[in-house]
C-alpha cells in the first residue's frame, strides 16, 4: 500500500513501489517544498527516510516535473534499503529511457550522471550509450517527415502470452472484406499528409494470414506510399502463414523487409504458448525469406511459460546462427490481452536478468548492436525489450515510433497515430477504436479526424 499527501505524485510513486513486486512493503510519502528544496520523507517498515534536493524552477510545468523526479527518487532509494534490492533501472519507470538521455543531451549536459542517479545499472547506461550511437545518421528531427503504419489485426490463432489486440481469424474473418475497404479508404486519405515519407510498416496481427487477394488489397492501397519511403516492412509474422506466393507478391510490392518471428526455437514451448507451429517451420519460413532476398528481423521473448535459461539461451543461439539482419529480443510483458495472469515466470526477476545479460552477451560477440529499445509497465523482472542489427541494417521506422521524432500516420483499427509539435515540445495522438465492427462503422469520422490533425503538414 502507498500514501502520500500529494495526490499528483500518487500515479508516479505507485509505479516505483510496483517495481519491488507484489510484496513490496507499504509506504508512506510526504512531499514538502521549501525555499527551492524539494523534502521527501517516506516511511518503510517503521524507518524514516529523509531526502532533500535543491532545485530553481522557471516554472509550474518545470517544478512538476522536479517534484516527480525527486520522489520518485526517494520512493525507490527508501525501498531499496529497506529490501536491499535495486532494479536494473533504478527508478526509472518510464517507457522510453533513450528519450530522457536525450533530453539531457539537449540541453548540454551528458546523460550518464542522471542516469546514474537514478540508480540505473552501469550495463543499463552502456546499452543505452550504444543505442544512441546506434542512431547516429538515422535520429533527425524534422518538420513534417513521416512514417506509414497499416496495421492488420487477425492471427492465425491467438497465441497464450500476446497482449496486442488482435482476434483469432476464424472468429473475426467475416468483418476482412469490410475491414479491407475501410483500411483502403483511410490509407488514400493519407496522401498529401506529409513533406518526406521514411518508412511503410505493416504490421499486426499477422498480415499473411490473410489470403493473397486480400493482401494484395493492402499491398496496392500502400503502393504509391512506397514509392516514397525508403524502406517498406512486412511484419510478416509467424512461420505457420508463409508462402512462396505471399512472399512473391511482398517482393513485387518493393516490400524490403519482412519479420519471421520464431519468439523460441523449443518445440515444447512453441506448443505451450499455442503457437502452433515447430522450430522446422521457423527454418523452412527463414529459407524461403532468404530466397526471396528480403532483410529479416527474428522476434525473441525472454520469459515465456515454463522456458528454461538454458532453452532460452539455446534459442538465442540458433537466431544468431541463422543471421538475420536483426533481432528484437523481448521480455514477457503481461497486460490484460494476454490469456496468462498469473505467470510464475514473471515474478523470478533473477532468471530474466540472467536471460537478458546472456542475449546482450552473445549479440554483441557476434557483430550486432542495439538500435532502439523501450520498456512496458509489467515486464518480467524490470527488463527491457532491444532491437539489434547488424551494422547498417537499423530499421527506421522502430527508431522514429521508439524516440518520436516523426509523426505517425497510423492506419487500421486499433492504431495510434502521432502529430509531432517540434517547436512546441508536444505529442498529439489520434487512437483509432480496438473494435473491428466499430472501427468499419467509424471510418468516415476517423478519416476526418486524420485530416484535421496532420492537415498543416
Ligand atoms: C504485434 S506482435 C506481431 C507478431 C506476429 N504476429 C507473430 O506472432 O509473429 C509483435 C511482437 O510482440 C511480441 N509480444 C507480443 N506479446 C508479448 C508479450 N506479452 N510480452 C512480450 N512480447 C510480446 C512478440 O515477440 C511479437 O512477435
Ligand atoms: S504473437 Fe503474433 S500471432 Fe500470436 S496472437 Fe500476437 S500478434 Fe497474433
Known sequence: ??????????????????????????????????????????????????????????????????????????????????????????????????KLAYAELEAGRPFEPMFEKFGVSPENIALVRSVLQSQEGIYSKEEGAADLYIGIPFC????????????????????????????????????????RLKS??????????????ELGRVLEAAAPFAADAGEYTVEAGRPDVFTDEKLQLLKDYGVTRICVNPQSFCDATLERIGRRHTSAD??????????????????????????????????????????????????????????????????????????????????????????????QKYMAGNCENTGWTKPGKACVYNVDVMEEITDNLACGANAVGKKIFLHEGRIERQGAPKDIPTYIKKIDGIIAGKRALFGGK
Open 1 to 98: 500500500m502507498l500514501t502520500t499527501n500529494t495526490e499528483f505524485l500518487h500515479p508516479e510513486l505507485m509505479d516505483v513501489v510496483r517495481l519491488f513486486g507484489e510484496n513490496a512493503p507499504d509506504v508512506a510519502h510526504t512531499f514538502l517544498y521549501a525555499e527551492n528544496n524539494f523534502i521527501n520523507t517516506v516511511l518503510v517498515g517503521g524507518r524514516e527516510y529523509d531526502f532533500c534536493e535543491a532545485h530553481a524552477c522557471a516554472n509550474e510545468l518545470e517544478f512538476k516535473r522536479y517534484a516527480k523526479r525527486f520522489a520518485k527518487l526517494a520512493v525507490y532509494e527508501a525501498l531499496r534499503k529497506e529490501t536491499g534490492r535495486s532494479m536494473p533501472w533504478g527508478a526509472l519507470t518510464g517507457i522510453r529511457p533513450t
Open 156 to 195: 492465425p490463432s491467438k497465441c497464450n502470452y500476446c497482449s496486442f489486440i488482435t482476434a483469432d481469424i476464424s472468429k473475426t474473418g467475416q468483418y476482412v472484406g469490410d475491414y479491407l475497404t475501410a483500411l483502403e479508404q483511410e490509407i488514400a486519405s493519407c496522401r498529401g499528409l506529409y513533406r
Open 282 to 375: 521457423i527454418y523452412r519460413a527463414y529459407e524461403m525469406a532468404q530466397k526471396f532476398g528480403f532483410d529479416v528481423n527474428f522476434d525473441l521473448i525472454a520469459g515465456l511459460t515454463g522456458e528454461t535459461c538454458e532453452e532460452f539461451e539455446e534459442s538465442v543461439d540458433r537466431a544468431i546462427a541463422l543471421s538475420p539482419e536483426n533481432i528484437t529480443v523481448h521480455t514477457l510483458c503481461l497486460k490484460k490481452g494476454a490469456q496468462l495472469k498469473e505467470e510464475e515466470s514473471f515474478l523470478n526477476v533473477e532468471r530474466i536478468q540472467e536471460m537478458i545479460a546472456y542475449s546482450r552477451e552473445r549479440l554483441s560477440q557476434s557483430g550486432y548492436v542495439p538500435y532502439y529499445m523501450y520498456r
Open 200 to 213: 511503410v510498416y505493416i504490421g499486426g496481427g499477422t498480415p499473411l494470414v490473410l489470403s493473397e487477394s
